[in-house]
């Protein structure tokens, strides 16, 4: 089936057909799902080459991510609902998803100058933000409508989407301070990840409130993974006074610190109490349950897809392209590995 046989079936005109599955502003959203939904039970897809040199535009929106050999990527369950939500928002503007994979050793704006150059998509988003991304300063230059995915202290203003570290920091520090604790460490990255600093800050900060200072010792910089938790708990152990309580950035870190303890014969929630982060398969399975964060990854997703596709609207219609600023909120799962100070 052709255009023509679409709209004629739809008994509507062709430019009608064209502007909704080009997610056009000017076609009401009952006509354009009708023009989708008939697309795809017809099979119909348009040219996506010819419309591209017609239209200066792919259709496509790029969602970067950047690999990782010393852990499998967070995209399984993390990126992958992201995804999710991001299609199911963009298929009813016409639009696709395309995920590009930076190899670990690659140089990421080296990465994301190639994919602007040869203009594979209209918008990007960036994850994996570093304190400096010099990636924020590329595409903001090129006038790219992107979305980044963590926030940057780059100088350049630019639309970014984070989870709430400082909220979740607050809630698990004050959740632990009720209990009892007073000596709390916290396990973060190891690298350059911007989230991993947000979240050492807003430990701190949530500490100090309650006139607990947080000792360097107390700081656990690991990489995010099963063995990364492992040495977290080697370092743990090792302290002449352990801590009563430990807040992790990432939830793999609590498999392995699950395990080393497990041979250590020390309980958590009972001997020690652990805190996680996001809500995910890592956790859901330890015994005793973790302390966690919910994130609703799906509307998240749905989120991102709605903002980038403003801003490729914006530039499309020679507007000065907009700026999104968003904290997504993370609700607390209360599980069996937070309990009162010894």
């Known amino acids: 089936m052709n255009i023509h046989d679409l709209a004629k079936h739809l008994n509507i005109s062709i430019g009608t057909v064209s502007r909704a599955l080009n997610g056009k502003a000017d076609v009401n959203a009952k006509t354009r799902q009708r023009v989708i939904d008939a697309a795809e039970k017809f099979g119909y897809s348009p040219n996506q080459s010819g419309r591209s040199l017609r239209q200066g535009a792919t259709g496509l929106v790029g969602f970067m991510v950047i690999t990782n050999r010393e852990r499998e990527m967070r995209g399984e369950p993390f990126f992958m609902s992201i995804f999710d939500g991001m299609q199911s928002y963009l298929s009813t503007r016409g639009r696709d998803l395309v995920v590009h994979f930076c190899r670990s050793e690659e140089d990421p704006v080296a990465y994301t100058r190639r994919i602007v150059e040869r203009g594979l998509v209209d918008g990007i988003i960036i994850s994996q933000m570093h304190r400096t991304d010099k990636r924020i300063d590329f595409l903001t230059q090129r006038r790219m409508p992107f979305i980044a995915f963590g926030r940057s202290e780059s100088t350049k203003a630019f639309s970014w989407m984070d989870l709430d570290f400082e909220g979740v920091a607050e809630k698990a520090i004050n959740h632990l301070y009720l209990l009892g604790h007073r000596r709390i460490a916290i396990a973060t990255s190891?690298?350059?990840?911007?989230?991993?600093?947000?979240f050492e800050d807003a430990c701190r900060s949530s500490l100090l409130k309650r006139g607990i200072e947080l000792p360097d010792e107390f700081v656990l910089r690991e990489p995010l993974t099963e063995s990364g938790g492992y040495r977290v708990g080697e370092r743990l152990m090792a302290m002449e006074r352990m801590p009563t309580a430990i807040v992790?950035?990432?939830?793999?870190?609590?498999?392995?610190?699950?395990?080393?303890?497990?041979?250590?014969?020390?309980?958590?929630?009972?001997?020690?109490?652990?805190?996680?982060?996001?809500?995910?398969?890592?956790?859901?399975?330890?015994?005793?349950?973790?302390?966690?964060?919910?994130?609703?990854?799906?509307?998240l997703g749905r989120w991102l897809g709605e903002h980038i596709v403003l801003l490729i609207e914006a530039k499309a219609s020679g507007k000065k392209i907009p700026q999104y600023a968003k904290t997504w909120p993370m609700k607390m799962i209360l599980g069996d590995s937070s309990g009162p100070a010894l």
């Open 190 to 198: 190891s690298n350059d990840v911007n989230y991993g600093y947000l």
């Open 248 to 299: 992790l950035v990432d939830n793999t870190l609590a498999i392995g610190l699950y395990h080393i303890f497990q041979d250590a014969k020390i309980v958590p929630g009972k001997d020690i109490s652990i805190v996680g982060f996001d809500e995910s398969p890592n956790g859901e399975f330890l015994r005793p349950s973790l302390t966690q964060f919910e994130v609703p990854l799906v509307q």
